[in-house]
């Protein structure tokens, strides 16, 4: 919720909004005036609002003072008290009204809350299009998006990652004779959407080979790509 709130500070100037709409005016739709993005300011107040009842609600329950009413403050201690808040009977309305939240956000917000990661250059025959991964904040690489800023038509899921990072191997292979990809351990972090010390620790766990390039350290694609997919859900 935080990166969330900042996001939704970018577009409160009445920047661009998902599918290309722009905010209209404080003034109206005709009449010209500051810009400013309603949609935004309502998912900030609806936000800092709702955090700051659930707050107040866990203080009151905990006999504990209350937080600082900003939405980092909040949020982080609504996290610390989340055991209890788990056992609450109200839990499901809170777990309700969050995504709820989240989700307003995320609608005002738009591309200020998307980020985009370059995956590579697309495999398919005769296409020299980049690959872009259209990811969200606190989320896995297995839910984005990945397009070609080529041909539209060439398009995957975060699901068929490993599959497209084969197949990505293999055609860069064929064009330069290369045999093996080596990943940074940032480029792996921002596709699985975790710390980079979470990286070091899998790569140590599970043995992952390495090199090293003027003292910076890579992984082997292999090895990485066998560790996403164990660590991909599985079927219940």
Known sequence: MPHLYRACEEVLGGRTIPGG??????AGATTPGIPFNAAAADARTAMLSGLASWA???AD???TRSPQRSVEQLSAFLLRHLDWLCSHASAKDLSAEAAELVRQAQRAAGPAYHRQKTVGTCPESDCTGVL???LLPNSSVRSAQIRCDADAA?????HELASLRQRMRRAQKASSGASTVWLAPTDI??????????????AHGRKWRRQTRRGRVFYHEEDV??????????PA
């Not at 060439?154 to 975060?158: A, D, E």
Request: aromatic share 6%; hydrophobic share 30%; charged share 25%.
């Open 225 to 234: 790509l066998r560790t996403s997919k164990d660590l991909e859900p599985r």
């Open 132 to 134: 872009k991964a259209l």
């Open 61 to 63: 329950g905990r006999g």
């Open 189 to 202: 972090a921002v596709m699985w959407n975790m710390p980079t010390g979470r990286v070091y620790q899998l």
């Open 56 to 58: 107040s609600l866990t």
């Open 21 to 26: 709409i722009r905010e209209r005016s404080s």
């Open 154 to 158: 060439h398009q995957w899921t975060g």
